[in-house]
């Protein structure tokens, strides 16, 4: 009795290694095992654009972005070509655009520039990055209205 179930235990672990090595010969496993991880890794870049018709992007080249997500931890670097007004900061946001409308801060950018690093567990909840012109000393955590941004591609946003 002891034998027999042993016997089957080895000839199931006999077919699942054949049936993994023909998929793997066949390309399929790698298929399956890597997906996700490859549908995870992104880098987009671009130009920062004014806010035009109504969005917060379109308009004129007023800086570039640079983003780089592994899935797991998630850098954006932005640089703007002009300087906020006496008293005030550009800070950097990603939005969750017609989803619910969350924006998540990056933080001001100093001398022009935005460096942000941070573990996301999903940054591709986000549709849009976002620049606005905030008081250096704000209270009030809610992003103002939008005055130049990006739109980021899929899979961002999906």
Do not use: C, H
């Amino acid at each position: 009795m002891v034998n027999t179930t042993i016997n089957r235990a080895l000839s199931l672990s006999a077919v699942a290694v054949v049936v993994v090595v023909t998929l793997v010969t066949a390309g399929e496993i790698p298929t399956i095992l890597f997906q996700g991880q490859m549908a995870e890794a992104q880098q987009v870049s671009g130009d920062i654009t004014a806010a035009s018709g109504g969005k917060p992007f379109g308009g004129e080249k007023v800086g570039t972005i640079s983003i780089d997500s592994t899935g797991r931890r998630t850098n954006v670097s932005a640089d703007i070509n002009d300087s906020p007004g006496e008293g005030n900061v550009f800070e950097g946001w990603l939005v969750d655009a017609g989803g619910s409308g969350y924006k998540l801060s990056l933080g001001q950018f100093r001398n022009g520039t935005l460096d942000f690093s941070q573990y996301m567990v999903n940054p591709y909840t986000y549709k849009n990055f976002e620049v606005t012109e905030e008081p250096a000393e704000d209270p009030d955590p809610n992003a103002a209205d939008s005055i130049a941004g990006f739109e980021l591609q899929n899979p961002f946003g999906q």
